[in-house]
């Protein structure tokens, strides 16, 4: 049973370009959480999906930063016009369930920098 | 504002003692907490959790301690081994269905010394 599974794992964009960031779930978690780290710092909640459904985007910034989870394929997380400070570890989580309870698990996170 | 907290960024422990790795939290509406290891480009995996009803939980070498008055929560590592080596986050989430949003602590990097 293959584990929450990320791409790409490093993603290097320029000012002003998109960054689009991929999240498999585990098999059979229909549930999927969007985190992000800066450096130096914890993890920070961003979205939280279920199948084709926004249940909380309470820390997703206001602009540039949408994300989906379509009935068919991976949650997406895309990034609009990036900038320097977008520059960071993105890690997705999923669950069978909701809550990030004992039977959720993290991806190994993607890679972000902005030049 | 911080609301989970983990002075300590990093602890270096002889292999076979303890390790305890210590945070504070200043939300009172938090009743769930949970600790994560986080190995060098890989994602935080789950270790151990604690109901707000309970001050102890145990699993293997791993046991939480909750004190609710004092808005502190502890990771007792024992005995430490080297694949202990890692950083610690502790999390925490407010209500039964509030635990999707977990909130975080900085982390503490834990080394054993072999």
């Known amino acids: 049973n293959a584990g929450v599974m990320q791409n790409p794992r490093h993603l290097v964009r320029r000012r002003g370009q998109e960054a689009r960031l991929r999240c498999s779930p585990m098999k059979g978690h229909s549930h999927v959480y969007w985190y992000r780290q800066l450096p130096e710092e914890g993890l920070k909640f961003m979205v939280y999906l279920q199948k084709e459904n926004i249940i909380d985007e309470s820390g997703m910034p206001k602009e540039r930063f949408s994300a989906e989870f379509p009935k068919e394929g991976p949650s997406i997380l895309r990034i609009q016009q990036v900038v320097r400070g977008d520059s960071a570890a993105y890690f997705c989580?999923?669950?069978?369930?909701?809550?990030?309870?004992?039977?959720?698990?993290f991806g190994q996170g993607t890679r972000l920098t902005v030049v | 504002d911080q609301q989970v907290k983990q002075n300590s960024p990093s602890l270096s422990v002889q292999e076979g003692r303890i390790s305890i790795l210590n945070c504070d939290y200043t939300?009172?509406?938090?009743?769930?907490f949970l600790w994560y290891k986080k190995y060098p480009a890989e994602g935080p995996t789950f270790l151990i959790s604690i109901s707000s009803i309970k001050d102890k939980n145990e699993d293997g070498r791993f046991t939480v301690f909750l004190n609710k008055s004092a808005k502190h929560l502890s990771l007792h590592i024992v005995p430490s081994q080297p694949g202990d080596s890692a950083v610690y986050f502790c999390?925490?989430?407010?209500?039964?269905?509030?635990?999707?949003?977990?909130?975080f602590g900085t982390g503490t990097r834990l080394t054993i010394i072999p």
């Open positions: 999390a925490a989430s407010a209500g039964y269905f509030g635990n999707e949003k977990l909130t």
């Open positions: 989580a999923s669950s069978p369930s909701r809550g990030m309870n004992t039977e959720a698990f």
């Open positions: 939300n009172s509406m938090f009743d769930y």
